[in-house]
């Protein structure tokens, strides 16, 4: 540690690549290495539309949408870096946060002890910034899992960071119009046919290796059960035979108990992985319920502070010593924090499940 022992939080994650489509459930999309990915990020990035507005009114043309956020709050992908490094490559992310209910802040005179507000221009607004280091393989096989360095700064969650990612790639998806050719029986001749499907890729943050981490047990929280839903899902019903059956439309919840998992801490960690991994391949929305040390359940959404407390507590997290004290907002990538993360993404020990 830095003899001044300025420290910045770390935290740790899996950052992995999805796909998700209208299909049948046994036609799964492709999945599109992270390396593609953050390419894809980049165009966006350099043709000024990597930005998502908070609270504004959504719309696919990419003109209109920006006409829609101007006056609200935004985050935005302020700038990316792609680096070689042996056999990996590392994309360092810098992630904007501009909010629109700042627009000063209060000084002290530390001799008279006069205060006063300190305001910029009416267009000016407050910021935050925060780094995202990722690891991907280079010639080595690529399963779409990959270490992730995330630096918390609220509001800038990890949430908020993986809502960015995702509805990035899925702009992208629908202005290109990516597609897939899946296998499907004729409702007539039943012959199998080939049939495109739109898909679009996305981007998760998981949690789930570290030292410190405890997804299913810990001091005041136990994983209760895992809730899975797909809305207008189509079902088919048969009567007496196979020949004669219909189609209904229909709403679909499955409910997973966790209590149906593996007594071993690690290997439940897995198992829960893998089970939501396998529903939200097929299309399910994935809702976890915890219960608390008081036996109720918890779920629903947090505020940014909350959730960014949250990050704090549940994820395996380190601490990098800067020799400079750490800035709430820095125009460009800070090449030490960025240099730290990267070794922490390298640590191998950091990311081996606990014994």
């Known amino acids: ?25 046994d036609q799964i999309p492709p999945t599109l290495a992270g390396r593609e990915l953050i390419q894809i990020l980049q165009h966006r990035r ?30 935005r992908l302020s700038q990316i870096r792609v680096s070689l490094a042996g056999d990996y490559a590392y994309a360092t992310l810098l992630f904007e946060h501009v909010d629109d209910t700042v627009r000063s802040f209060p000084v002290v005179n530390t001799m008279t002890y006069a205060g006063r507000e300190i305001g910029g221009d009416p267009s000016e607004w407050g910021s935050t910034a925060a780094h995202m280091v990722v690891r ?3 010639e080595s096989y690529d399963d779409g ?21 995702s509805r990035q790639l899925r702009r992208y998806a629908s202005s290109v119009e990516l597609s897939f050719d899946a296998t499907v029986q004729g409702k007539r001749d039943r012959r199998p046919k080939q049939v495109p499907y739109r898909f679009h890729p996305k981007l998760e943050l998981w949690a789930d290796v570290g030292r410190g981490m ?43 108990s966790a209590k149906q ?65 750490p800035k709430r907002w820095q125009p460009d990538i800070n090449d ?20």
């Open 261 to 325: 998992g593996p007594e071993d801490a690690d290997a439940r960690r897995s198992w829960l992985a893998d089970v939501r991994k396998f529903f939200e391949q097929k299309g399910y929305k994935a809702k976890l319920y915890y219960r608390h040390a008081g036996g109720g359940t918890l779920s629903g959404g947090l505020h940014h502070s909350i959730e960014g407390a949250a990050d704090i507590f549940m994820c395996p997290k380190e601490l990098i010593a800067l020799t400079l004290p």
């Open 336 to 355: 030490e924090i960025a240099s730290k993360m990267k070794d922490l993404v390298d640590k191998d020990q950091l990311w081996e499940r606990r014994k």
């Open 145 to 165: 899992n990959y270490r992730c360095a995330v630096e918390p700064h609220s509001p800038i969650t990890r949430s908020l960071m993986q809502t960015f990612l």
């Open 214 to 256: 405890n997804l299913v047990g810990g001091k005041g929280t136990v994983l209760s059960h895992m809730l899975f839903t797909k809305r207008s899902e189509v079902q088919s019903i048969h009567h007496g035979t196979t020949l004669s059956h219909e189609e209904v439309v229909a709403d679909v919840d499955i409910k997973v």
């Open 46 to 75: 350099e043709a000024n539309v990597a930005i998502e507005f908070l609270g504004a009114t959504d719309d696919e043309d990419e003109a209109v949408r920006l006409r829609n956020g101007a006056g609200h709050s935004f985050i």
């Open 1 to 25: 540690m830095a003899e001044n022992g300025l420290t910045r939080v770390i935290l740790l994650n899996r950052l992995v690549s999805l796909s998700t489509s209208r299909a049948p459930p």
């Open 136 to 138: 991907f393989p280079v």
